[in-house]
């Protein structure tokens, strides 16, 4: 405004009665095209900004906060200072929680029952998939992705296809830990340091590229996901205290952690932090810190029970949410619907209607509990069957969980054509065999690995048995059958769906590349 003219009261009146009628005028003009356009006027100069960080293979137990055998001062403040969803649930293994994260929907329905979707792999969530990016470019956003993807290959699969405007990754995925060549954009350039170092610097980089544009960053680590190798100075401190292999594993996690750091001091010396939703979480269950410490919790990656799917969920927007710990009963589903309503992202009708997450708002922004779809059932399932084999797996590695119980059928599927390919069955075989060694424990894994009984559902109670060694199924007939009726009809209603979208291609073609060894 003009400074008022000290000699005339009178000028200085008309000239504010001037200023505040232009004021009016830009204003109702700016309304009438918020209007026009259907944003609402306040989302117009305030949309938040959003980074999404996952961390591959990263164990729930593997922090700090949760006490885990090793120091994580960066997680263990985002802990203090965000909200902590303590009953937050992935699927057992990396591509189906991310086609879970990007859509809103069961990656069974998807026909993502594989576990991975490479790059090289002419496959991947069917195009005519909505992606959460999308919704954010349409709402105003720059969008970018920055590390692991794994949700298809070229083509139509590719990030930049779903939604991505900024992509950067590097050559040779979690085989290259050292001075990677590193593609932005399509443009290769050789790069010096670790991956992950240079993975958040081109978060970073990207952040600082927006400038005043509202950014959706997607930051996916391949750390601490094999094979293993750290700087040194991250994997030394673990060295003669747990074996090679884990020492490795624990260096991984420790420079994420510093790099998360990183990102956070970046966020506030760009004075981005009070503008930015961060959310942080792992795509799955327990590895190779499985014989270290997993919190009591049975089952890794890759098995049905909870240390296979429980996972971190931390979420920080400064000044808008008060630290607190939730309990509700909460989903990699629920991200999609909740940071698109945060944003004021409109999501396309079809696609709202087909949305089996739900939106998280009500529990992040009240620090006391309160009631939130807590008749929710969530159903999971291990999948990776060998090809033309789904129906024989539908009991195969399966749960439903709902409040503090798990129903859950830990066991190989009946099927002889199985044993002619290696998959999560064979382990469940060799375990019921006997074996204490399997998959990420080198002696422990009747507990963790462990099969049910044959041609029956077990039910536990995970607040006071989480351990999961009493069985209550002959206790509470009724909630055991009400629950496996509930499983019947979720997987029946999906299957069609699945099988039309090749969820029952996978173990056959991989054999015939020599991805997977055949049973002697």
């Known amino acids: 405004f003009l400074q008022p003219q000290k000699s005339s009261q009178d000028l200085w009146t008309a000239s504010m009665t001037h200023k505040k009628l232009t004021v009016t005028r830009l204003l109702k003009a700016l309304l009438m095209m918020c209007v026009i356009l259907g944003v609402p006027a306040s989302a117009q100069s305030q949309k938040p900004n959003i980074l999404i960080m996952v961390a591959d293979d990263l164990g729930w137990a593997d922090v700090g906060y949760h006490g885990g055998d090793i ?10 200072q965000g909200v902590r969803l303590n009953r937050f649930y992935t699927t057992p293994i990396c591509s189906p929680t991310r ?20 790059p090289w792999d002419n496959i991947g969530v069917h195009p005519d998939e909505h992606f959460m ?19 298809g290959g070229e083509g139509a699969y590719a990030p930049d296809k779903r939604g991505f405007d900024w992509c950067s990754t590097n050559v040779g995925g979690p085989n290259v830990h050292f001075d990677p060549a590193m593609v932005r954009n399509g443009k290769r350039a050789p790069r010096k340091g670790y991956r992950e170092d240079i993975f958040f610097d081109e978060a970073m980089a990207f952040m600082d590229e927006s400038k005043d544009t509202p950014f959706f960053c997607y930051l996916a680590t391949y750390s601490p996901h094999a094979p293993l190798a750290a700087p040194e100075e991250f994997e030394a401190p673990f060295r003669g205290k747990v074996d090679k292999e884990e020492a490795a594993y624990l260096g991984m996690v420790a420079n994420l952690d510093y790099n998360l750091g990183r990102l956070m001091r970046h966020l506030q010396e760009r004075k981005l932090e009070d503008n930015t939703i961060l959310v942080f979480m792992n795509d799955n269950g327990q590895t190779h810190g499985l014989d270290v410490f997993n919190a009591g919790m049975r089952g890794s990656k890759c098995t049905i029970w909870q240390g296979g799917s429980r996972a971190i969920s931390l979420w920080k927007w400064a000044g808008k949410w008060t630290p607190h710990t939730v309990s509700n009963l909460a989903a990699h589903l629920d991200v999609l619907p909740t940071l698109c309503d945060l944003a004021g ?13 739900f939106n998280l708002r009500p529990l992040l922004e009240s620090a006391a509990p309160v009631s939130w779809h807590d008749d929710r059932l969530l159903f999971h399932h291990v999948g990776r069957w060998p090809s033309g084999l789904a129906a024989a797996h539908k009991y195969a590695m399966a749960s439903v969980q709902t409040g503090d119980l798990l129903l859950v059928r830990s066991r190989p599927c009946d099927d002889p054509a199985c044993k002619q390919y290696s998959s999560q069955c064979t382990t469940l075989r060799s375990v019921e065999a006997g074996a204490t060694a399997a998959t990420y424990t080198k002696a422990n894994a009747q507990f963790h690995w462990g099969v049910t009984p044959p041609g029956r559902w077990s039910l536990f109670d995970l607040k006071n048995d989480p351990t999961c060694q009493k069985d209550l199924a002959a206790e509470k007939p009724e909630l055991a059958s009400k629950l496996a009726s509930s499983y019947d009809k979720w997987w029946d209603t999906l299957y069609p769906t699945m099988i039309q979208l090749g969820g029952d291609k996978g173990e056959p073609e991989l054999l015939n590349k020599g991805r997977v060894q055949k049973q002697k």
């Not at 956003?141 to 993807?149: D, F, L, N």
């Not at 992202?345 to 089996?356: F, I, M, R």
Request: proline residues 8%; glycine residues 12%.
């Open 99 to 118: 086609a879970a994260l990007m859509t809103g929907r069961d990656p069974i329905r998807l026909g993502v029952t594989y576990g991975v979707l490479f």
């Open 133 to 151: 990016p999308e919704t954010f470019q349409a709402a105003g956003y720059q969008t970018a992705i920055v590390g692991k993807w794994h949700l």
């Open 71 to 80: 120091d994580t001062p960066s997680l263990d403040r985002l802990a203090q």
């Open 345 to 357: 992202a409109t999501l396309p009708p079809a696609l709202g209607a087909k949305l089996e997450g």
